[in-house]
């Protein structure tokens, strides 16, 4: 009786997948966390304040260069390789990934952003997780999603154990066995998504298309996904450097203090939003793109209100007795005044990942400009009139305003 109903009634089949599809993201994503969470407390100890800045500094460059890297290793990837096919596609992400790598980290290290005996090191990682990027997304365009998350937990969860066994087996507590550590689960995670591929590989190409053609295409569209990125960041940052001038340095830790509490619930929207940018992108069909982001948005918005009402019950001495200490007072009231915007941004990045799906990159990065915007314009009069509650809200009416634009432009898409 029941595959008889599932066979009448395709959609329910579909949104079970869907459903699994979020819970197997969603909790590979808190593994990976809350051992991240323990291994932060790991190399305190063991590399000490200065240790772990440097390594800070690496991770950092590392990460600059990927994002630069994304233009052709991102999303891009997703939404180009539904509508020309993987092959295609494989030699501009992997030469753009060399070479975007070695442009990157010669002009950070040209402005001194990291000590340049590590250059090697910000090069090759950046490499690693470049190529990693792209076969990830690779692998999300053909929806193995259970492949995505296996690689994004090789690379990242991983490295908990192999640290272990650096720091306490072998007893090397030093920074070179953090990078070797790097080195052997971004290899092993790069590896294991070229064996996942290797099928893909084999495919012929269904869709005629000139290579500069698609490059340009794929370039301009990368380039507006970079953009949206980059203003979203700013969005949830800005806020620091404005409570930094009218409080002070006490302020900004107290607003990170709670806003890295509150933004534990956006692994949820993340996870929920690669799930929804795959289908979409696979769709070819409006409605059926615009049905899968809306039952997907009223699971997101469920979730992450429910997780956020949790952490909004949990009593301030919890903070300032045992997570944190008695200079946090009031992170419970910055969390209140953030909790609104949380859940709002969660929201924007389904709709963010439906824009991006269906080749409107353009609207997701409007709807972070704005929102960078009204952040700019809010907080200049909230935080000095509130400090550091002032920041935490001027970043939730921010993010309302992403969320509506958003809203308002997904109303309108046809």
Same mark, same amino acid.
């Given at each position: 009786?029941?595959?008889?109903?599932?066979?009448?009634?395709?959609?329910?089949?579909?949104?079970?997948?869907?459903?699994?599809?979020?819970?197997?993201?969603?909790?590979?994503?808190? /593994?990976?966390?809350? =051992?991240?969470?323990?291994?932060?407390?790991?190399?305190?100890?063991? /590399?000490?304040?200065?240790?772990?800045?440097?390594?800070?500094?690496?991770?950092?460059?590392?990460?600059?260069?990927?994002?630069?890297?994304?233009?052709? #290793?991102?999303?891009?990837?997703?939404?180009?390789?539904? +509508?020309?096919?993987?092959?295609?596609?494989?030699?501009?992400?992997?030469?753009?990934?060399?070479?975007?790598?070695?442009?990157?980290?010669?002009?950070?290290?040209?402005?001194? /952003?990291?000590?340049?005996?590590?250059?090697?090191?910000?090069?090759? &990682?950046?490499?690693?997780?470049?190529?990693?990027?792209?076969?990830?997304?690779?692998?999300?365009?053909?929806?193995?999603?259970?492949?995505?998350?296996?690689?994004?937990?090789?690379?990242?969860? &991983?490295?908990?154990?192999?640290?272990? %066994?650096?720091?306490?087996?072998?007893?090397?507590?030093?920074?070179?066995?953090?990078?070797?550590?790097?080195?052997?689960?971004?290899?092993?995670?790069?590896?294991?998504?070229?064996?996942?591929? +290797?099928?893909?590989?084999?495919?012929?190409?269904?869709?005629?298309?000139?290579?500069?053609?698609?490059?340009?295409?794929?370039?301009?569209?990368?380039? @507006?996904?970079?953009?949206?990125?980059?203003?979203?960041?700013?969005?949830?940052?800005?806020?620091?450097? &404005?409570?930094?001038? %009218?409080?002070?340095?006490?302020?900004?830790?107290? /607003?990170?203090?709670?806003?890295?509490?509150?933004?534990?619930? @956006?692994?949820?929207?993340?996870?929920?939003?690669?799930?929804?940018?795959?289908?979409?992108?696979?769709?070819?069909?409006?409605?059926?793109?615009?049905?899968?982001?809306l039952r997907l948005l009223? =699971?997101?918005?469920?979730?992450?209100?429910?997780?956020?009402?949790?952490?909004? #019950?949990?009593?301030? @001495?919890?903070?300032?007795?045992?997570? %944190?200490?008695?200079?946090?007072?009031?992170?419970?009231n910055v969390i209140r #005044?953030?909790?609104?915007?949380?859940?709002?941004?969660?929201?924007?990045?389904?709709?963010?990942?439906?824009?991006?799906?269906?080749?409107?990159?353009?609207?997701?990065?409007?709807?972070? #400009?704005?929102?960078?915007?009204? &952040?700019?314009?809010?907080?200049?009069?909230?935080?000095?009139?509130?400090?550091?509650s002032g920041g935490a809200?001027?970043?939730?009416?921010?993010?309302?305003?992403?969320?509506?634009?958003?809203?308002?432009? %997904?109303?309108?898409?046809?």
């Amino acid at each position: 009786m029941t595959m008889a109903r599932l066979w009448i009634n395709p959609r329910r089949l579909l949104a079970n997948a869907q459903i699994r599809k979020v819970l197997e993201t969603v909790a590979t994503r808190y /593994l990976v966390a809350f =051992l991240n969470l323990v291994l932060l407390f790991v190399n305190a100890k063991v /590399l000490g304040a200065e240790g772990l800045g440097l390594v800070g500094i690496i991770l950092a460059s590392m990460n600059l260069a990927v994002i630069f890297n994304s233009i052709f #290793c991102g999303s891009t990837i997703v939404y180009f390789m539904n +509508r020309y096919g993987m092959k295609r596609l494989v030699a501009p992400a992997y030469l753009w990934a060399v070479a975007g790598s070695a442009v990157a980290t010669a002009g950070m290290a040209a402005l001194g /952003l990291f000590p340049l005996a590590y250059a090697a090191d910000v090069y090759f &990682l950046a490499l690693l997780n470049s190529l990693i990027a792209a076969n990830s997304r690779f692998l999300l365009g053909a929806d193995r999603v259970g492949g995505f998350n296996l690689v994004f937990f090789l690379q990242s969860g &991983l490295l908990f154990f192999v640290l272990l %066994f650096y720091y306490y087996i072998w007893e090397k507590p030093e920074v070179a066995s953090y990078l070797q550590g790097l080195y052997i689960t971004n290899g092993a995670a790069l590896a294991v998504s070229f064996l996942l591929l +290797r099928r893909k590989f084999a495919e012929k190409e269904s869709v005629a298309v000139s290579r500069s053609s698609l490059l340009r295409e794929m370039f301009v569209y990368g380039l @507006w996904s970079n953009v949206d990125n980059l203003a979203e960041t700013l969005s949830s940052r800005l806020n620091y450097f &404005l409570v930094q001038r %009218f409080v002070g340095l006490s302020g900004v830790g107290l /607003l990170d203090g709670g806003t890295k509490i509150s933004e534990s619930v @956006w692994h949820i929207s993340r996870a929920v939003g690669y799930i929804v940018n795959g289908e979409v992108a696979r769709s070819h069909d409006a409605g059926d793109q615009r049905q899968t982001t809306l039952r997907l948005l009223r =699971l997101t918005f469920g979730a992450t209100s429910a997780v956020m009402l949790v952490i909004l #019950c949990i009593p301030e @001495w919890v903070y300032t007795d045992y997570l %944190f200490s008695a200079e946090f007072e009031g992170i419970a009231n910055v969390i209140r #005044c953030l909790a609104p915007g949380i859940v709002a941004l969660a929201c924007n990045t389904i709709l963010s990942q439906y824009f991006i799906g269906s080749g409107r990159v353009k609207d997701s990065a409007y709807a972070s #400009c704005t929102g960078l915007a009204v &952040l700019a314009v809010a907080g200049g009069v909230m935080v000095p009139l509130w400090g550091v509650s002032g920041g935490a809200g001027a970043t939730s009416v921010a993010f309302g305003a992403m969320l509506a634009v958003s809203w308002a432009k %997904f109303r309108k898409a046809k």
